[in-house]
């Protein structure tokens, strides 16, 4: 079973910084891709951003493309998510997820591996 775990959630104020961790137990097969969603109460949960594991393929929602960047830590299975410029629709929790493949990322329906959440709050 491969365990999935984030850190790195806080309180924050708008248009404050924060980088979240996801350590990955195992990723097999290069064409995996590691994501984050989030999840505000109420809401569903949406997607956020997605990384390949065999290359630096990034894939972004409309929403948080050009202030988010997420990348990877090559020698090991880590993920980090930078989120700048932060929003006050930005809180929720945030989840990472493993999916064997890279092909219809924002369904969480396609992620097999979920960890247990880091929540975000962006104060104003």
């Known amino acids: 079973q491969v365990q999935v775990a984030e850190s790195g959630g806080g309180l924050v104020q708008v248009g404050d910084s924060l980088k979240l961790s996801c350590v990955a137990s195992?990723?097999?097969?290069?064409?995996?891709?590691m994501s984050w969603f989030r999840q505000a109460p109420g809401k569903e949960r949406k997607f956020v951003a997605a990384?390949?594991?065999?290359?630096?393929?990034?894939y972004y929602a409309d929403s948080v493309k050009a202030r988010f960047t997420m990348s990877r830590d090559k020698r090991g299975d880590r993920v980090f998510l930078q989120m700048n410029s932060l929003k006050p629709e930005d809180t929720a929790v945030y989840y990472c997820?493993?999916?064997?493949?890279?092909?219809?990322?924002?369904?969480?329906?396609?992620?097999?591996?979920w960890g247990q959440g880091t929540q975000v709050t962006v104060s104003s």
């Open positions: 990384i390949r594991w065999n290359g630096d393929n990034t």
């Open positions: 997820a493993i999916s064997g493949s890279w092909i219809n990322l924002e369904s969480p329906e396609e992620y097999s591996y």
């Open positions: 195992e990723v097999t097969g290069g064409g995996s891709a």
